[in-house]
């Protein structure tokens, strides 16, 4: 399982990257150099990047720093400058980033969609659920244990508007904000036996988990992935907008489609770019 810890992420790379201000004149310069892609610990932890940017920086001059944190944090660091280009999944905070003029562009890349795992014998009888919001209602009821990522991310983002949906306001012992990223808090929850939200992708690409699928296929659990250009004083603009068309060109959306087939006999992303 790959994991990333945000802050002391951030500073590595941004530090290697060369992405303070002292360097910012310099960064703008061409498509070339380090370009900081903040994303998301969901695209990390699936390897899918491991898997593609090999095949950006082999025709490029433009050499990727990642930073994988929770869609609000990436954001953020794009409202600071502090990221060249962002692929995040948190639509309705991405449409304020663009309307506050922090973005240039901001294109679909992929989706997958949010799944309620648990324990196996689903206790809180999810399955029987008409809707996410109402699955989770049931675990409100129940007060059985859930584990939420608390940080700010696209997925926390997804799991407070059900709980919002639901009419519910989440809180006692029975609900553990991990503070950590996806394949943390998938840890976590196989251990304590707790209900949880995940993206898909990161789900079945963690190995060792007790949890399975207790709610899942509803319209209200989809999960749309956006690259985002970030509009900032200083930022690799070239490299930004080159990372931008080449993810959504033919040949990666073929390689997003087919990713991940092999070894679980289903994509962990569908590309939203081709024709």
């Not at 993810?247 to 081709?274: K, M, N, T, W, Y």
């Amino acid at each position: 399982m790959r994991t990333a810890s945000g802050a002391v992420a951030a500073a590595a790379v941004l530090a290697a990257a060369g992405c303070s201000s002292g360097d910012a004149e310099e960064s703008t310069v061409g498509a070339g150099g380090d370009v900081v892609l903040a994303t998301t610990t969901s695209t990390q932890n699936s390897g899918l990047l491991d898997e593609i940017l090999p095949m950006f920086e082999e025709n490029s001059d433009c050499t990727v720093k990642t930073v994988a944190v929770g869609s609000g944090q990436a954001m953020e660091m794009g409202e600071r400058g502090d990221a060249d280009v962002l692929l995040v999944h948190s639509p309705e905070a991405e449409e304020r980033f663009m309307a506050d003029g922090h973005g240039s562009s901001r294109e679909p890349v992929m989706h997958n969609d949010f799944v309620l795992l648990g324990p196996p014998d689903d206790p809180s009888g999810l399955a029987e659920a008409d809707d996410a919001a109402a699955a989770l209602a049931e675990v409100a009821e129940d007060e059985a244990l859930f584990a939420s990522r608390g940080d700010d991310s696209g997925t926390h983002a997804k799991e407070l508007s059900l709980w919002e949906e639901a009419g519910i306001e989440p809180g006692g012992s029975w609900y553990v904000e991990t503070g950590q990223g996806m394949g943390e808090t998938l840890t976590v929850a196989s251990q304590k036996q707790a209900y949880t939200l995940s993206d898909r992708g990161t789900f079945l690409a963690t190995s060792g988990l007790e949890s399975e699928i207790a709610f899942e296929g509803t319209e209200d659990l989809n999960n749309d992935y956006h690259v985002v250009v970030v509009d900032h004083e200083g930022t690799n603009t070239g490299c930004a907008e080159e990372f931008s068309g080449w993810i959504r060109g033919e040949p990666v959306q073929r390689a997003i489609a087919g990713f991940g087939v092999d070894e679980h006999s289903e994509p962990l992303f569908f590309p939203d770019a081709l024709d």
